[in-house]
């Protein structure tokens, strides 16, 4: 390559790197600082509160779940379930792990299940428990960490809570209650959990 070449490579090598800095300062460059409006979401300020409650017992879901103390058990649990199945009064069941079951629930209630396996299976070596449709007071006495308890209301007072134990409908059940309130006492985003207490 003769030196001629090499200079008119060179010459438009250099041609087009100046033609892109001038672009990128025009494009770039000259830009002033301009005032500009944005939108920004306000995150609520909460806290979150405990209480204790005592709710009723309205209903029960179709799901039931039964614990075992002891793997040995197995075969009599499944003799069991396997009755309730074949009656109607389950329509199915299955195993959640070694020792626990979960069963859907046919002609029979939870509390009515709860009876039947109380009776034949040994009651100290196996539990029953299910999702019972509770309804919490309209206010509960709540507290964030050891503060002054001021009553916080509940706009909807009907949950589905887990209980590991069975109680009869109509009865009060103490539950413990959480909630994330915004700093007017409010709930925020029906943010709450419920569990027995007892």
Same mark, same amino acid.
């Given at each position: +390559?003769?030196?001629?070449?090499? &200079?008119?490579?060179?010459?438009?090598?250099?041609?087009?790197?100046?033609?892109?800095?001038?672009?990128?300062?025009?494009?770039? *460059?000259? $830009?002033?600082?301009?005032?500009?409006?944005?939108?920004?979401?306000?995150?609520? $300020?909460?806290?979150? %509160?405990?209480?204790?409650?005592?709710?009723?017992? +309205?209903?029960?879901?179709?799901? #039931?779940?039964?614990?075992?103390?002891? &793997?040995?058990?197995? $075969?009599?649990?499944?003799?069991? @379930?396997?009755?309730?199945?074949?009656? *109607?009064?389950?329509?199915?069941?299955?195993? !959640?792990?070694?020792?626990?079951?979960?069963? !859907?629930?046919?002609?029979?209630?939870?509390? =009515?299940?709860?009876?039947?396996?109380?009776?034949?299976?040994?009651?100290?070596?196996?539990? %029953?428990?299910?999702?019972?449709?509770?309804?919490?007071?309209?206010? !509960? @006495? +709540?507290?964030?960490? *050891?503060?002054?308890?001021?009553?916080?209301?509940?706009?909807?007072?009907?949950?589905?809570?887990?209980?590991?134990?069975?109680?009869?409908?109509? #009865?009060?059940?103490? @539950?413990? %209650? =959480?909630?994330?309130?915004?700093?007017?006492?409010?709930?925020?985003?029906? =943010? !709450?959990?419920?569990?027995?207490?007892?």
């Amino acid at each position: +390559m003769d030196q001629k070449t090499k &200079k008119l490579i060179f010459f438009i090598g250099s041609l087009f790197v100046a033609v892109i800095f001038v672009t990128s300062y025009l494009a770039f *460059g000259n $830009n002033q600082t301009q005032p500009t409006s944005t939108t920004s979401v306000l995150q609520a $300020n909460t806290l979150l %509160v405990y209480g204790t409650a005592n709710g009723v017992v +309205m209903n029960y879901s179709y799901s #039931a779940f039964v614990t075992v103390l002891s &793997k040995s058990q197995h $075969n009599a649990v499944n003799a069991t @379930l396997d009755a309730l199945e074949s009656s *109607g009064n389950i329509s199915s069941y299955n195993p !959640v792990n070694s020792t626990s079951y979960q069963a !859907v629930l046919a002609s029979i209630n939870l509390n =009515q299940f709860s009876s039947y396996i109380s009776s034949h299976l040994n009651s100290s070596n196996v539990s %029953v428990g299910g999702y019972t449709y509770i309804r919490l007071p309209a206010n !509960v @006495l +709540m507290a964030a960490g *050891g503060g002054q308890a001021v009553p916080i209301a509940f706009p909807q007072t009907n949950y589905s809570v887990y209980l590991p134990k069975v109680y009869p409908i109509g #009865a009060n059940v103490p @539950l413990s %209650v =959480q909630a994330l309130v915004t700093t007017q006492g409010k709930i925020f985003n029906n =943010q !709450v959990r419920i569990s027995g207490a007892g």
